[in-house]
Structure formats: C-alpha cells, structure tokens
C-alpha cells in the first residue's frame, strides 16, 4: 500500500530547532519529487520545502536560510532540518509526493501523509 508517514514534530522554543522525517513506502520512491507543506489553523496550506527527484531544491521565501530539505534513496526518507523557529512557523507539516506536473500545472499521481504537529511557543 501507498503510504507516507511523518514523524520528529513537537514543542519547541523560539530559537530552537526540530528534524522531521518521513517515510514513503509502497511507491518507487526515487521517481517521486517530494515536498513539505505545513498548514497553521484559518490559514491556506503552503509549500514549505520541495526536492525534486533529480536532487532540485526550492524553500519558501520565509524559512530559505533557515531550512533544509534532503532525501535518502537508499532508505527511502526524506527530512526537513528546521533550524531557528519562529512562532510563525507552528503549524501541521504534510509530507508529499508526486511524479511530476500536467499540462495543467496539477501535480501527478500527488500522495499525502497524515501530518505532525510543530509548535513553537516560549
């Protein structure tokens, strides 16, 4: 079965810093792009961190410096370093997969993890 599966979310300190991991199984995974998205209450989800599966990176404007998305083929994960968080940074993260784009733009074969929660709070 397709699945993804994230984990490292938690409490923590303005400042301070949170790995999350996720692991893909069920799909091929060195053929998926894979990104994080995160998602705070009332407001739209975003694209927080994208690696393509070529190796392609792009962040957020909001969190480039700050970030780091990579992956392991071998083991079939991919992470998200979050270093010097901000409040503004709590939210729910969603790791995602896709094959690539339609013409239309839409991300294809799009997969999702359940989410873990991140709350950065003094």
């Known amino acids: 079965q397709v699945q993804l599966v994230e984990s490292g979310g938690g409490l923590v300190q303005p400042g301070g810093s949170l790995r999350l991991s996720c692991a893909a199984s069920?799909?091929?995974?060195?053929?998926?792009?894979m990104g994080w998205y995160r998602q705070a209450p009332g407001k739209q989800r975003e694209l927080v961190a994208y690696i393509s599966n070529g190796g392609n990176t792009k962040y957020l404007d909001s969190v480039k410096g700050r970030f780091i998305v990579s992956r392991d083929n071998a083991k079939n994960m991919v992470y998200l370093q979050m270093n010097s968080l901000k409040v503004e940074d709590t939210a729910v993260y969603y790791c995602?997969?896709?094959?690539?784009?339609?013409?239309?733009?839409?991300?294809?074969?799009?997969?999702w993890g359940q989410g873990t929660l991140v709350t950065v709070s003094s």
């Open positions: 995602s997969g896709d094959r690539g784009r339609l013409l239309s733009g839409e991300r294809y074969l799009e997969i």
């Open positions: 069920g799909i091929i995974f060195s053929f998926y792009n």
